[in-house]
């Protein structure tokens, strides 16, 4: 059945093998070949992309500075599209997010500022509310 | 085989021309099928009728935005149509009159 690249999979949510968000769908990178079609190799999930949509160069300035968060930051992450399977309008991972860089400016901010914030809650909090809603279901 | 990569997102809203430089309209949508087990777009739309398309099908259904005099028509290219540049140049390699435009 026939995809609509953009309109079915540029900016559509991303979850994970847990059931997780995982952010959207930033970027859809097309390998060109010779002779052949382009093929869809990979979606990008990183605000450099979605950055790279406005201004090249305000991609270039944020990824510059998140080079300096440490190692595999400064790239848009990349995921192959093989592992990604169409359940409607979103789109699954075959993986777990939290392993990878996709949420690190979340965490990072969650962790400098939204933590400090008085009555805020934190990423434990809500983990241990969400088991206890399941298990109560 | 040489190997490029491609980014959708900056290719839409690019002005497509044809082989002798005239514009065609812009790139709005890309058709994706597996074809060998492959993910590949076999079909690019250029056109008013495209964007309406991506921008959300349910203004058709609205009241009265039918009788809008919105351009109703897409060029549907095929791939081996189509010559897609990095930096985000996209040319059709025939003449804009043997191009397929469809009237809606």
Same mark, same amino acid.
């Given at each position: ?43 990008? $999930?990183? +605000? #450099?992309?979605? @950055? ?14 998140? /080079? ?30 939290? $392993?990878? +860089? #996709?949420?690190? @400016? ?14 805020? /809650? ?16 | ?104």
């Amino acid at each position: 059945m026939p995809i609509r690249l953009i309109a079915d999979v540029l900016d559509e949510q991303l979850v994970d093998v847990h059931g997780e968000n995982a952010g959207r769908v930033d970027g859809i990178v097309l390998e060109l070949r010779d002779g052949k079609p382009p093929r869809v190799a990979y979606l990008e $999930v990183s +605000p #450099i992309t979605l @950055l790279g949509r406005f201004s090249l160069r305000l991609a270039h300035w944020y990824a510059r500075h998140d /080079r300096k968060f440490g190692e595999g930051r400064g790239v848009p992450f990349r995921v192959p599209w093989s592992r990604v399977t169409r359940e409607g309008p979103t789109l699954e991972l075959d993986f777990d997010a939290d $392993v990878t +860089p #996709i949420s690190a @400016l979340e965490d990072w901010l969650r962790v400098k500022i939204v933590e400090h914030i008085p009555f805020s /809650r934190g990423k434990e909090d809500e983990t241990r509310e969400r088991g206890g809603r399941n298990g109560a279901a | 085989m040489e190997l490029h990569e491609a980014h959708a997102e900056r290719l839409l809203g690019t002005k497509v021309r044809d082989v002798n430089g005239e514009v065609l309209g812009r790139l709005e949508e890309m058709i994706v099928e597996v074809i060998d087990g492959e993910p590949v777009v076999t079909e690019f739309h250029v056109g008013p009728v495209a964007l309406l398309e991506r921008i959300g099908g349910f203004l058709e259904h609205m009241p009265y935005f039918r009788l809008l005099p919105f351009p109703k028509w897409e060029y549907r290219i095929p791939w081996t149509d189509v010559e897609l540049g990095e930096v985000g140049r996209v040319t059709v390699k025939v003449a804009k009159e043997r191009l397929r435009r469809v009237e809606e």
